[in-house]
């Protein structure tokens, strides 16, 4: 595609349709791409909402190897989550917040009440059955971070 700046010879008409053409490209850009604040989640994090309140699921090789470990392998804990299975799902909750999100913000054994009140389907707040399966695509994937999480569950330091 030629730039409106090139200084090839357009035929009768061409330029025009050109500049409309990237007129509408730069239009469809700017719709397909959500406008994100400072705020927003770094990549690889997922946010879920427990209890009306916002968290984060972090991924960490933590998190990762004591899912792996409990659900005999990844492929367990994927079809654990398409089957429901609740005790899974709230494992991967629990370590994707981390320790310290869990001890500073919900009494002993809460955790699995709070996910069951906020709702498992996606037309419930806590839309939990979506959420861990973002939380472990973003695991298999590295998550956007080093994975250096230590074996006590604490999360890596972001570096941005």
């Known amino acids: 595609m ?3 700046n090139s200084k090839t010879r357009l035929g009768k008409g061409e ?3 050109m500049a409309r053409s990237e007129e509408a490209q730069e239009r469809r850009s700017e719709k397909e791409i959500p406008k994100v604040d400072s705020t927003a ?5 997922v946010p879920i909402t ?4 916002d968290y ?5 090789l933590h998190a990762l190897q004591v899912i792996s470990k409990r659900s005999n392998g990844l492929r367990g804990a ?3 989550i398409t089957n ?9 909750v629990e370590l994707g917040l981390g320790q310290k999100v869990v001890r500073e913000n919900f009494k002993t054994g809460n955790l699995a009440e709070v996910i069951y009140e906020s709702g498992l389907a ?3 707040e806590g839309k939990a059955i979506s959420k861990c399966m973002q939380y472990m695509t973003s695991l298999m994937t590295r998550g956007g971070h080093d994975n250096t999480g230590d074996a006590n569950g604490a999360n890596p330091p972001r570096t941005s």
Do not use: N
């Not at 429901?84 to 991967?92: E, G």
């Open 2 to 4: 030629r730039s409106r």
């Open 56 to 60: 984060t699921l972090v991924p960490s």
């Open 15 to 17: 330029g025009v349709i």
């Open 41 to 45: 989640v770094s990549a690889g994090e």
């Open 84 to 92: 429901y299975d609740f005790d899974v799902i709230a494992l991967i």
């Open 78 to 80: 994927l079809e654990a």
């Open 122 to 124: 996606d037309l419930t």
């Open 50 to 53: 427990l209890g009306g309140k």
